[in-house]
């Protein structure tokens, strides 16, 4: 019987375990959302939580106490440049465990594990596509205009100056290849 023995043994044994939760955790903590089964999201979820709760306080001591857990000393810099800050005030709660359908191959249950300003992290990155795209729109009123155009026959006018055709250019020689293995063609 099992009677209280907490966690998940998850089918490993405590070295495969903890190297498991450690590169999950990593995972997490890089790209901010990671699916995989809920078991597992479930396990590393109090983790993860430790590790940005560290980078809250942001002192040298709890810098030093995750880059002893996370594998990445740049996720590290991460936590404490950036996902601490923005979770200054909450007071716990980073994570966000969402189950999704079953796995295909074997029917274990899946969930996503995210931090719970994901969704305004993607939100940011529209914009800056949207930003993007207005810089697209202005360069069609510029195509559309015609100032391209006149840019182009000025440039093709140039090239006329210095005495290059078309033709010239785009001729090129046969190359002859000759054989340097130094012996006789043999068959294999």
Do not use: C, W
């Not at 375990?17 to 479930?42: F, W």
């Not at 995210?114 to 949207?130: C, G, H, K």
């Amino acid at each position: 019987m099992r009677h209280r023995k907490a966690g998940r043994h998850l089918g490993r044994d405590s070295a495969h375990r903890k190297a498991l939760y450690r590169n999950l955790v990593t995972d997490l903590l890089r790209y901010e959302r990671i699916t995989t089964t809920d078991a597992k999201a479930r396990e590393i979820r109090p983790i993860a939580e430790k590790m940005i709760t560290l980078g809250r306080r942001g002192d040298l001591h709890a810098r030093r106490q995750a880059l002893s857990y996370i594998y990445d000393r740049y996720v590290v810099d991460n936590i404490f440049n950036n996902i601490g800050p923005r979770m200054a005030d909450r007071p716990g709660g980073y994570l966000r465990i969402t189950r999704l359908e079953s796995r295909k191959g074997d029917g274990a249950r899946m969930a996503v594990i995210e931090t719970v300003d994901y969704q305004e992290t993607v939100d940011v990155a529209d914009e800056a596509l949207a930003a993007s795209g207005a810089e697209v729109e202005e360069a069609e009123a510029v195509l559309e205009s015609g100032e391209i155009e006149a840019e182009v026959e000025e440039s093709e006018g140039q090239s006329a100056e210095s005495g290059l055709e078309p033709e010239d250019t785009e001729e090129v020689g046969e190359l002859e290849v000759e054989d340097t293995s130094g012996g006789e063609d043999e068959e294999r």
